[in-house]
């Protein structure tokens, strides 16, 4: 093997290596542009309804609910709470939140019963509805004592948790 | 189902794009280049590599390629990025073990002597069985949930397998750390399967005692300081970390324990004063043993002027350095250096080795893959739903991290030098395997934690555990 030919392999290894280390990092920043891993990659349907809502977009201010068949929220988003940051996408079944270990969302929190809340969807919308909790689940300001409608952007508050549906 | 009751028909499914043709693309990427540095170490040292290359290069391909499948097959949502920059950063280290094994083999064919075994079928073999764990791990565990059960189990199993090396028949002292079990002739380090339990044993402990430790009662110069019987975790951590010092003259480990325990404590009550208490504590016991113990002033002395000790004690790490010298910004080239002339090049100095023949921009590459593996990691911890999910994938990336940090800063004279191994490079079953059941663990840890709800119920058998309720409340 001529010199040449040996520094020319031992450059492209590096180049290998480095290649190896910007696809890595190239494929990484798909995960800065969208950080929260929340995105759905495509939506289907398997369902009767042909039409589909676009997916998330800014925020539009809580939408009439009944407008569209589809579900409406596409996320929940922890704000605060042990669990802050947090993701759970939303997809056609409930979502239980409490201290036990079989909860969607398991709220560490002296605060927060076993079996707390559930967040369901019905009719197109997402409702949210208080399973007998001791220190009651809140919406925005209020405490709900009936199955209410989730509007995207509204906090609910469980213990020292808020959570929020993402439009 | 309440749900079909209710009258709701499920219209939308929702799909979270798992991205596994990426890990594939970059595994094989991987292998590619693992196949370029033995070809070129061929090439340049003139050793024929013939077909026990070949056979070699294709068991590696075969074995990422199924570790790639089972990840497809039983938890598709895993984080993409954690399998191939493990393999490949296996790979590296095999090629390098081979390329130490070629120059133990040509000088001792120059002096006519007998040949050495080489070490890189070795690490295959031990690459083999790390994979064989990570299955066990992806195919038992499925649910991270259920090692909390098993809190006190660990952290007891965690302690024994450190005191073990330490017991008379089976302990065994390799270059005066007692850190070794020897059986027969299979040899292992009880310490990289503790580092494991230990850190399931700190999630579990600190999610049941985080309120409490997270309080702050007394005041004191403006630092809010935690009650005085909230202390005692810390300490018997400290004192613990202070006795695999003192008993088995490890510094690596008790450094990784100490630093393991008190990230995971700042990590679980978001406290800084513990931090601020860890340090103290550290600088406390670092005095100490600087003063009491000789081996740690040798080892303090060679770091601070390794070249008054440059022929007996600070060889190593003097030729280490040499090495780094020679390889330069881009290295020597792979098999055109002399990596072998630091002992111990496939163990704890294959940083140096790496750093001659890839020179300090592939030891940057490698540095950087480090920092993608514990990144990973790190989002794993934040994106899982469980409070004990989420210090267990911390607590496990940050142990990773700080051996990193420990080791090559040990190796480019950073911080005073501590054996601990090159997680996945270094030559040596114990710390590999563990490696990959770290990977194994965060990867189930991701799925779980990326994987969309509705799967998740829909799927009960296949994908989901569900855990029995214990009735607490």
């Known amino acids: 093997m001529s010199e040449l030919t040996l520094t020319l392999l031992r450059l492209a290894f590096l180049v290998g290596l480095w290649l190896f280390v910007l696809f890595t990092v190239l494929a990484l920043r798909r995960d800065l542009r969208a950080p929260r891993e929340a995105r759905p990659a495509r939506l289907d349907l398997s369902g009767p309804e042909p039409e589909r809502v676009r997916q998330p977009k800014p925020v539009k201010a809580p939408k009439q609910p009944k407008k569209s068949k589809n579900t409406v929220g596409t996320a929940l988003l922890v704000e605060e709470g042990p669990l802050a940051g947090t993701v759970i996408l939303l997809g056609t079944e ?8 079989d909860s969607t969302l398991i709220a560490d929190d002296d605060y927060v019963s076993s079996r707390h809340a559930r967040i369901y969807p019905s009719e197109g919308v997402w ?3 208080d399973l007998g909790s001791t220190n009651g689940t809140w919406l925005d300001r209020s405490r709900i004592t009936s199955p209410a409608v989730l509007n995207p952007g509204v906090p609910v508050r469980i213990g020292r948790t808020v959570v929020k549906l993402q439009a | 189902m309440t749900m079909t009751e209710r009258g709701f028909r499920p219209a939308v499914r929702f799909t979270q794009p798992t991205r596994r043709w990426l890990e594939l693309f970059l595994i094989a990427c991987g292998w590619g280049l693992g196949v370029l540095g033995t070809l070129q170490v061929g090439w340049t040292t003139g050793e024929p590599l013939g077909r026990r ?8 391909g075969a074995l990422a390629v199924i570790a790639h499948l089972v ?11 954690l399998l191939p920059v493990a393999t490949t950063l296996t790979i590296i280290g095999l090629v390098m073990i081979y390329r130490l094994d070629v120059a133990a083999i040509q000088s001792a064919e120059r002096r006519n002597q007998i040949p050495p075994t080489p070490d890189v079928y070795a690490q295959l073999t031990w690459y083999a069985i790390a994979t064989m764990l990570f299955f066990a791990v992806v195919l038992v565990v499925r649910d991270h949930r259920r090692l909390q059960r098993y809190t006190y189990t660990c952290g007891l199993f965690g302690i024994l397998l450190l005191i073990l090396p330490l017991l008379p028949v089976i302990g065994s002292t390799v270059n005066g750390a007692t850190l070794w079990v020897r059986v027969g002739s299979f040899s292992f380090q009880p310490g990289e399967a503790a580092k494991i339990l230990l850190t399931i044993f700190f999630a579990g402990y600190l999610v049941m005692t985080r309120d409490s430790l997270a309080v702050v009662r007394t005041k004191f110069l403006g630092i809010g300081l935690p009650r005085a019987r909230d202390l005692g975790p810390i300490f018997v951590a400290w004192v613990v970390s202070l006795a695999v010092l003192i008993f088995q003259k490890d ?8 630093g393991l325990f008190v990230t995971m404590l700042f990590i679980a009550t978001q406290r800084r004063v513990w931090l601020g208490l860890g340090a103290v504590l550290f600088a406390v016991g670092a005095l100490g ?8 002033r040798v ?6 002027d390794p070249f008054s000790f440059a022929q007996d004690q600070g060889y190593q790490i003097v030729q280490g350095l040499y090495g780094f010298a020679n390889g330069g910004l881009f290295g020597t080239g792979l098999g055109n250096g002399y990596p072998q002339l630091v002992p111990f090049a496939n163990t704890d100095f294959i940083v140096s080795a790496l750093g001659e023949e890839l020179g300090l921009t592939g030891l940057f590459a490698i540095v950087l893959l480090y920092g993608v593996l514990i990144e990973r990691g790190l989002r794993t911890a934040v994106a899982v739903r469980d409070p004990f999910g989420q210090l267990l994938a911390a607590g496990l990336s940050i142990t990773m991290a700080l051996q990193v940090f420990v080791i090559i800063g040990g190796v480019t004279r950073l911080i005073p030098l501590t054996g601990l191994t090159t997680p996945f490079l270094s030559y040596g079953g114990s710390s590999l395997v563990a490696n990959w059941i770290i ?24 994908l989901t555990q569900v855990v029995p309720i214990t009735r607490g409340k």
């Open chain 1, 94 to 101: 409930q979502v239980t939140i409490g201290r036990a270990p």
């Open chain 1, 127 to 129: 409702m949210v509805e």
């Open chain 2, 53 to 60: 290359f070949w056979i070699t290069a294709v068991v590696v």
């Open chain 2, 71 to 81: 990840v497809r097959w039983r938890i598709p949502y895993a984080d993409p990025f």
């Open chain 2, 251 to 258: 510094l690596g480990t008790s450094l990784l324990f100490f």
């Open chain 2, 289 to 296: 043993s600087y003063f009491a113990f000789s081996h740690v």
């Open chain 2, 299 to 304: 080892r303090v002395q060679i770091w601070i």
């Open chain 2, 439 to 462: 990977v194994g663990l965060l990867m189930v840890m991701s799925h779980r934690a990326r994987q969309p709800v509705a799967v998740q119920h829909s799927e009960p058998d296949a």
